[in-house]
Every structure is written in C-alpha cells, then in structure tokens.
C-alpha cells in the first residue's frame, strides 16, 4: 500500500510514515521547505518507499504531486507544527487533491472532544487540550482557549461533506512513549485520559491495512476514564 502522509513534523505524523514503511508500505510525506528530519537515516534507511515531498502548505501543486498515485492519505496536524488556522484550509487541500488523482481513502487524526465527542471530554482532558491557548489568549493575540477543539471540529466537518471513505481517530491527550497496542477505541466510552503518538499511528495503520472502521469516528486512550 502506498500512503501519503500531511502533518509534517508533528508527533503523529512522524510514527505514520516509519510505522507504515516498517510495516512495508511505501510513503509519501509532505515536509515543508525549511523541516528537517529528526533522524536524517530515515531517507537512507527506506530509500525505496520513502517519497518526500518538499513544498509551502498552501500550495496545491505539491498535494497532487504527494497523493498522485497514493492508495490513501493520513491527515494529522498539530499545534506544535501547523498553526490552528491553518487546520481548516489544510483539510480543503487535501480533500480537493484526492478528488483530482482519486485516492478515496482517508484517515483524520483529530482530537478528543471534537465534533460529536465534545460532550465526553473531562476537565482534565480539556485543559491539556487548550492550555497553550489560554496562555495565547491571556497575551492578547486572537487564539482563543476553545480554538484547539475548534479547529479539530472544523476540520472534521469539512471532511463529513465529502463522499469520501473515512475514518477519524480522536486521540486523547497525546503524550510520548513507545508503541505499546494497548489501548481504547471506542464511539462513546473515551473521557479522557492519554496516548501515545506512537500508538495513535498504530491505531491508524492498522484501520488502512484491514480497511476496518470506514464512515465511522473514534476516541482513542489508554484509559476510559469513566465517571
């Protein structure tokens, strides 16, 4: 399977792409300009399935040259690496692309407490979501501390208006750590708690490699954290 992969430098991303290639698939990854991988073997380790694609987030030339040939895509932005206003036009990007070269599988790395989850999310969970942005806020830019979610929600919305075979995973707090298999996807019984980003890739490659889960949105955690 080939899967292209938009998130960049993020946490999640990362694990997709060398999860997928340890696992034999060949990946494309979309890298901005100036990133720099943080073990620069990669490229000579998996030189045969690894396609890097260098290129501005905006510019759409690149995600047809990323999706083209592709049997799907994995969608997972962060804050740390994709300013939350960018999460949105991303999606469109993406989405616009897969219609041009006819890749109609997706994955949507969101997070817990988007879209219809919001309703589950514990205090806890919340404030690891947003605090960055309550600082931001506090210092009188325009992020709001709601706008993590926000975005997520947006982005998941902007998928759900696609005739697209989708599945989106909801991480809860997303920490680092190994790989470990273990752990919680469900619809409704996530309220809280963390995961890995290794685990969180985990979750994602084995959605596309047993084509599981498809139209379908899950809360992913170690624990269930049930009141």
Same mark, same amino acid.
């Given at each position: 399977? =080939?899967?292209?992969? &938009? $998130? ?6 990362? !694990? ?11 990946? $494309?990854?979309?890298? $901005? ?23 501005? *987030? ?37 989405? #616009?692309?897969?219609? #041009?070269?006819?890749? !109609? #599988? ?7 407490? +988007? ?7 514990? *205090?806890?969970?919340?404030? #690891? ?7 931001? +806020? ?14 997520? +929600?947006?982005?998941?919305? &902007? ?5 697209? =075979? ?18 919680? %996807? ?27 889960? &498809?139209?379908? %949105?899950? +809360?992913? %955690? ?6």
């Amino acid at each position: 399977m =080939r899967i292209a992969v &938009v $998130g960049g430098m993020g946490a999640v991303a990362r !694990e997709v792409a060398v999860q997928a290639m340890e696992a034999g698939h060949s990946v $494309g990854w979309l890298l $901005g300009p100036d990133d720099k991988l943080a073990d620069p073997s990669l490229e000579t380790d998996f030189p045969q399935v690894l396609t890097i694609v260098r290129g501005a *987030w905006d510019d759409m030339d690149k995600y047809d040259e990323l999706l083209r040939g592709s049997d799907a895509v994995v969608v997972a932005l962060d804050l740390h690496h994709t300013p939350a206003e960018r999460f949105r036009p991303t999606q469109h990007l993406v989405q #616009r692309a897969m219609h #041009r070269t006819h890749v !109609e #599988r997706i994955i949507l790395v969101s997070a817990h407490g +988007s879209g219809d989850s919001a309703r589950r999310l514990d *205090w806890e969970l919340w404030a #690891r979501l947003n605090i960055n942005q309550l600082f931001y +806020s506090l210092l009188g830019t325009r992020a709001l501390c709601w706008s993590v979610v926000a975005q997520y +929600s947006e982005q998941e919305r &902007v998928l759900l208006r696609d005739q697209l =075979r989708h599945t989106v995973l909801r991480p809860a707090a997303v920490v680092d750590g190994p790989r470990m298999g273990t752990y919680l %996807a469900s619809p409704s019984h996530v309220y809280g708690g963390y995961i890995s980003a290794a685990d969180v890739a985990d979750c994602a490659i084995k959605a596309l490699e047993n084509d599981m889960d &498809v139209d379908q %949105a899950f +809360s992913i %955690a170690y624990s269930s954290r049930v009141a």
